[in-house]
């Protein structure tokens, strides 16, 4: 007869066996799970030693985990495995606020404290002023989704729900839930989520068109549950077929979907994993669970069940990690933090990836007893477990991207505006050219620099000169929490040992010469269009006389630098470039013109019959300096077909750059990001950019252009985010400094789009340069944002300095400003009114269709 510790021995090669077949598959099979659920069932004394070793509190680096079973050890330490392959670091969370629509219920669940009867409450349901005040005061709270907790039906078993519901004019519960919800995404902006109990076909279509996503706690499949004795007897809701019916009926039309498990009500072990692949079997067909809960029973006086057993935290922690090896990477693990708020590192431990909702003004109606945790305490324990606290919708990030198919048209652009760059939320109210939200403390106070395996070694290969590839640059942008703040430091240090701790800055002026564009660029808010069908204000068309006053205007006020652009105006060929370089020249001969993106360089020399060469020669004759790197938006032309369909591709403009750098004449290089792109496409961008200026090294600069939504239309046709987060804005110019380095040695720093507070995050993360004092900008202002007339060098000098470092007033192409120029401008009289100029009174205007894609062949150059 083979020994106790023989036995024990296969047991434990077995267990590790199944363990490591499911790493290799990705999920574990449904056999080898009940397997798993029967060895613990009939080895109970496995988890009673690990109920010893992981008790309620204690510190997140209590010994005791190592006293943890050999079998939970290893069990958990895969779940964290398999969880690292869904989404690396970070454990996500819902800010969202609880409006409990009614607390009437049909049911008669032994453990529940949360359904009343009419009696016992003020009225059967909130009225709908009330839940536009909850809804209102989340979302100023920084909130983005709305939860609707109620009873299922409770209008089948109650008159006065009956009687209520008839005097508000509503049918049905679920039918004021449905108005309800949409009330509250028009007042307030928050993403409804929905969890109504049972529903029919009808139901579930009318709340998809109002809601993100919805949720149905399974509980368990055990019909052992709802018989006499039971804790769910008597309650028919909570039959387990008709719970499946929903969920699988929710899957046939695309709504997004939370379930879950109840654990410690009766239910033994391997019935928990029967209910987990329960869910699995019918999120296989559609992929549309997004998170599956697993809740611990807790006891509540005034309940049938308030003397029954909790379920122990390794109880607990087993189930957690079962369930992410039965799911595998694609659908979310969570657990209320409120119901083990002394054990949050040991359930991090288990593989769970999401704590659900956290709010920060109501309680959680269900469970009132227990509070929510703090934000900071959870991304305080998160970052301490080696994690980085990250906020999510009410729909997950993986359909965020995939929006076509799992979001109502009518919510589209909501989501959008919630969302970053990967589809999570955005962590403040910050918007790129706003005064009215300035940048909170960033990194937040209390978190410290962390880096990951990851982190570390894109960090070692970037030190030791090796290019990043596309997947690094991506990972760099995907960082968060203290691995931010990493990044940020090694930038930073990157910039001190190229730039040193000067920040540079030039006086100029900018001269937006027309807003009249014949382009249909989907994110301006600048051009007017062709003359005479403008719906979006005045068109205007600066004559030379007002350009050449503008430009001896702005060298008296000391500046070295006149920047040129404008729309692509009908009437404009070559010769009109080169008339205004010459204007310039004539106004102040020693001033530096740097002027005309690639796009009007492209359309100068299409229409003027000359190659690029050529073109570009004539007008560095005429007297142009450099150019902008502007119409870059992004450099990938997935990105470009939806935001600029008839500008020039990115071949084009690199072709541009290409001829300018060639015959001498330097440029900058922008990206205006944040809008529909994703953090892919940035990365394509950089490495186009790294790759021209490693061959040529002719870019003087590379500027981050934060996309300012407020008027653009492409953000009010619904189709773009609100502009990158205050994370990705600062990301990208610590990014850049890795990427790009030595090849472009200046970041600059914009404070039209990032405000002084930006800049001075920016300059503390690779940037070493605070662009120009602009004297006007139309652009920017053009399209919302608050900054953008005049940083006069007073006030540039002293965000400088208030940042740490040495301002250096330079010239265009980065050499130190002549006293005397510096000189002038300090103290600088007002600039007087600009004189506007009509449209159609200075030049010709014949028709001139730009054709510029196919007119590719002419000039290539």
């Known amino acids: ?115 009343k009867s009419p009696s016992k409450l003020q009225a059967p349901y909130l009225s709908l002023e009330e839940v536009i005040d909850i809804a209102r005061r989340g979302a100023q709270a920084g909130c983005t989704e709305a939860l609707f907790t109620l009873g299922d039906r409770p209008e089948l078993r109650y008159r006065a729900a009956r009687e209520a519901l008839a005097k508000m004019g509503f049918a049905s519960t679920i039918d004021y839930l449905v108005h309800a919800a949409r009330r509250v995404h028009e007042e307030s902006g928050l993403l409804p989520h929905v969890n109504p109990g049972l529903m029919n076909d009808d139901e579930l279509v009318r709340l998809r068109e109002v809601c993100v996503s919805a949720g149905l706690m399974l509980e368990s499949t055990s019909m052992r549950l709802c018989e006499k004795g039971g804790p769910h007897y008597g309650s028919p809701d909570k039959d387990p077929a008709r719970r499946l019916d929903v969920l699988e009926r929710a899957g046939r039309i695309a709504l997004p979907f939370t379930t879950g498990i109840l654990i410690g009500i009766g239910e033994t072990r391997i019935e928990r994993i029967e209910s987990l692949l329960a869910i699995r079997d019918i999120d296989d067909q559609y992929h549309h669970i997004q998170e599956v809960i697993v809740q611990n029973f807790r006891a509540k006086a005034g309940t049938p069940m308030a003397t029954a057993p909790e379920p122990s935290l390794a109880d607990h922690l087993w189930t957690i990690a079962m369930a992410r090896l039965v799911f595998g990477p694609r659908i979310s693990v969570q657990a209320p933090p409120n119901l083990r708020l002394g054990s949050l590192h040991r359930l991090l431990a288990a593989g769970l990836d999401d704590w659900g909702g956290v709010s920060p003004l109501t309680p959680d109606h269900v469970n009132p007893e227990r509070a929510w945790p703090h934000l900071s305490t959870l991304e305080g324990i998160t970052e301490a477990a080696g994690h980085s606290l990250v906020p999510r919708l009410g729909l997950h990030p993986e359909y965020v991207q995939e929006g076509d198919r799992w979001i109502a048209a009518g919510l589209r652009r909501a989501v959008s505006a919630h969302s970053d760059g990967e589809g999570f939320g955005r962590e403040s109210l910050w918007y790129a050219g706003s005064a009215r939200h300035p940048p909170p403390a960033f990194p937040a106070p209390g978190i410290a620099a962390r880096r990951s395996k990851e982190l570390d070694e894109i960090l070692f290969r970037s030190e030791a000169g090796q290019a990043l590839d596309e997947d690094d640059i991506v990972a760099l942008f995907a960082v968060r929490g203290g691995q931010v703040k990493a990044l940020c430091e090694a930038a930073d240090r990157r910039r001190r040992r190229r730039c040193g701790d000067e920040v540079g800055y030039v006086v100029n002026r900018n001269i937006n010469y027309t807003n009249i564009c014949t382009f249909k660029c989907r994110f301006c808010a600048f051009s007017k269009g062709a003359p005479g069908t403008s719906s979006r204000g005045v068109p205007y068309d600066l004559d030379l006389n007002e350009i050449a006053r503008r430009t001896r205007e702005a060298w008296e006020r000391g500046a070295t630098e006149i920047c040129l652009q404008g729309g692509i105006h009908p009437g404009y060929d070559g010769e009109t470039y080169l008339a205004i370089c010459r204007a310039v020249k004539e106004a102040a001969p020693d001033v530096h013109i740097h002027a005309f993106s690639p796009l009007e360089i492209w359309q100068g020399a299409r229409s003027s019959d000359l190659d ?110 609100r502009g990158p987060t205050l994370r990705e804005a600062v990301l990208m110019h610590a990014v850049a400094r890795l990427v790009l380095d030595p090849h472009i040695v200046n970041i600059q720093a914009s404070w039209v789009k990032l405000g002084p507070e930006g800049m001075r995050l920016a300059l503390a993360a690779g940037a070493n340069d605070a662009g120009g004092t602009l004297m006007n900008e139309s652009i920017t202002k053009a399209a919302g944002a608050d900054f953008g007339q005049e940083m006069p060098p007073e006030r540039m000098e002293s965000i400088i300095l208030g940042a740490g470092r040495i301002p250096v007033q330079r010239t265009t192409l980065y050499r130190r400003a002549p006293a005397k120029r510096r000189e002038r401008s300090f103290s600088a009289p007002a600039l007087s009114e600009p004189i506007p100029t009509p449209s159609g009174s200075h030049r010709s205007h014949e028709s001139a269709e730009p054709r510029i894609r196919s007119q590719a062949g002419r000039c290539a150059g």
Do not use: N
Not at 672 to 680: A, K, N, T, V
């Open 1 to 115: 007869m083979p020994s106790h510790d023989g036995y024990q021995r296969r047991r434990l090669t077995l267990i590790r066996k199944i363990i490591d077949l499911t790493l290799h598959a990705g999920r574990m099979d449904a056999e080898h799970a009940l397997a798993l659920a029967d060895f613990f069932s009939h080895r109970s004394d496995v988890l009673d030693r690990a109920s010893l070793a992981v008790r309620e509190g204690g510190s997140p680096t209590d010994p005791a985990d190592d006293e943890l079973p050999r079998e939970m050890m290893r069990l958990m330490e895969a779940a964290c495995e398999i969880r690292a392959r869904r989404s690396g670091d970070i454990i996500r969370y819902s800010p969202k606020v609880f409006i409990p629509l009614t607390r009437l219920c049909r049911d008669v669940c032994h453990y529940c404290t949360f359904a």
């Open 612 to 721: 690029l060469p050529q073109y570009l020669g004539s007008l560095r004759k005429a007297g142009l300096g450099s150019l902008p790197g502007t119409a870059a938006e992004v450099l990938d032309d997935e990105v470009r077909e939806r935001i600029c369909p008839d500008k020039i591709r990115t071949a084009q403009w690199f072709e541009v750059m290409r001829i300018a750098h060639r015959i001498g004449l330097r440029t900058t290089a922008t990206i205006m990001f944040g809008h529909l792109d994703r953090y892919r496409h940035w990365a394509r961008h950089l490495i186009g950019l790294r790759g021209l200026a490693a061959r040529s090294g002719g870019f003087t600069e590379f500027v981050p252009l934060p996309f300012v939504h407020e008027q653009s239309p492409l953000y009010l046709r619904g189709e773009a985010r």
